[in-house]
């Protein structure tokens, strides 16, 4: 019977990121057939094991669904003052949450899944991955806001300056921008810093995965060399 490590384990029966994993494990909160884990331990699915004081009921197969979110829709898994929850809005067999953030006034691409480890990857600002929108305003596009925007902008209430990006406009009022962070609405105040503001805003792709022609409030489930190139992008190698 295979043998692995025990927050690979973890992290594959959609509790957290490894590195979460390994956390609980050295504070003694992970326990092995009775036992308290130790760092390192490797297990089975014959084996026993409790998180929390919780049971883990086991691997479950790894999934990651492309999500065509709706606007009015809240990425959270628990907000009281939210009328639709993302969480609530996928009917899969398998438990899922989403692997960065769409803000609700927005819509388009959004990736979930059960793997812990590519969430943790995927929400880690410094690995600068690409985000690619599309995006219309009340005010027409000029080449003075095209170079301002892809210079990056000053954000007064973040204290902070946006990376230089590429963008393209496509329209009077609209532009494609590809974004390598991932800001608290970020476009919008980007445009709101230039004098402007967002009316319609759409993101596009996620890596490489695009959303095309997925129908709003759809979902797919990410297969074969899609999914493998996804995996390699975000350094997590071979499926797991």
């Known amino acids: 019977m295979e043998s692995i490590r025990l927050n690979k384990y973890l992290a594959q029966s959609g509790i957290c990121s490894r590195r979460e994993a390994d956390r609980l494990i050295e504070q003694g909160r992970v326990q ?16 026993e ?39 609530d809005m996928i009917d899969y067999p398998i438990r899922v949450t989403y692997a960065g953030r769409l803000d609700k006034d927005s819509e388009g691409l959004i990736l979930l ?10 929400m880690r600002g410094t690995n600068r991955h690409e985000k690619e929108y599309v995006v219309k305003v009340d005010k027409e596009i000029t080449p003075d806001f095209l170079e301002k925007m892809a210079a990056g902008v000053y954000l007064k209430e973040l204290d902070v300056t946006t990376r230089a990006c590429d963008i393209t406009q496509i329209g009077k009022y609209t532009f494609r921008i590809i974004l390598t962070q991932g800001l ?12 402007c503001q967002v009316k319609h805003l759409k993101r596009i792709r996620v890596l490489n995965i695009e959303l095309a022609d ?27």
């Open 113 to 122: 899944t059960n793997n812990g480890d590519l969430i943790q990857r995927m």
């Open 49 to 87: 094991i409790v998180c929390n004081r919780k049971l883990v009921q086991g691997r479950k197969k790894i999934v990651v669904l492309a999500y065509n979110k709706p606007v009015g829709v809240t990425c959270s898994e628990k907000d009281k003052h939210a009328e639709k929850l993302i969480t």
């Open 214 to 240: 997925l129908k709003t409030g759809a979902f797919r489930e990410l297969e074969h060399a899609e999914l493998e190139e996804l995996y390699r992008i975000v350094g997590l190698g071979a499926l797991q």
């Open 32 to 47: 092995v057939n009775g036992s308290v884990a130790v760092m390192g331990q490797t297990v089975t699915e014959q084996d």
């Open 184 to 195: 608290n609405r970020q476009i919008r105040r980007m445009c709101q810093a230039c004098g």
